[in-house]
């Protein structure tokens, strides 16, 4: 909704940072994190060809303006720029498509910052997570995110799970309400 703060825990080129900022522009905030500059600048070069007020930004507690924040920092400085929980959070996970396949999301890297977010996270706001087991530390990772939104109590959570029956390297979607307001 206009005015909210929404969250792309991996900007890559910038097609998330994008969806979420269309749901919450003209008033709300986006704030993107990619530890590649490539990363950020694709997803500022798609977001400004949108109209959108693009920030480079330190990582800091996010401040009251609307627009679009993009932080070159890991995923897992998240906890450190949030004063105030978002609506929306959205990590999706492995590498840059287009980019240096050898740098990867981490499973321990990526569990801090799916613990922050969902400890933030708004009542009635819904945490995305997509999955891919396919690259060097992807199964693992994978595995550690299944695991942590299966252990969400069911009466804080609602966690919808999709994955394919018959590929076991497709990517795997989550999806946590937050129940409440």
Sequence with gaps: MSGDLAVDLTAGNGWDSLFLWRRVAPLGRVLAFDVQAAALNNTAKRLREEGAPVFFSKVETLGADPGVRLVEAGHEQVGRCLAEGPRAVVA??????????????????????????????????????????????????????????????????????????????????????????
Excluded: C, M
Aim: aromatic share 6%.
């Design 92 to 181: 999706n996970l492995g590498y840059l498509p287009g980019g240096d396949r050898s740098l990867v999301t981490r499973r321990e890297t990526t569990l801090a910052a799916l613990d922050a977010s969902l400890a933030q996270l708004l009542p009635g706001g819904r945490l995305a997570v997509i999955a891919y087991p396919g690259h060097a530390g992807g199964r693992e990772e994978t595995q550690a995110v299944a695991s942590l939104l299966a252990a969400l109590p069911p009466n804080d959570f609602e966690v919808l799970a999709l994955s394919a029956a018959n590929y076991r390297e497709a990517p795997r979607l989550w999806v946590a309400h937050k129940r409440g307001a």
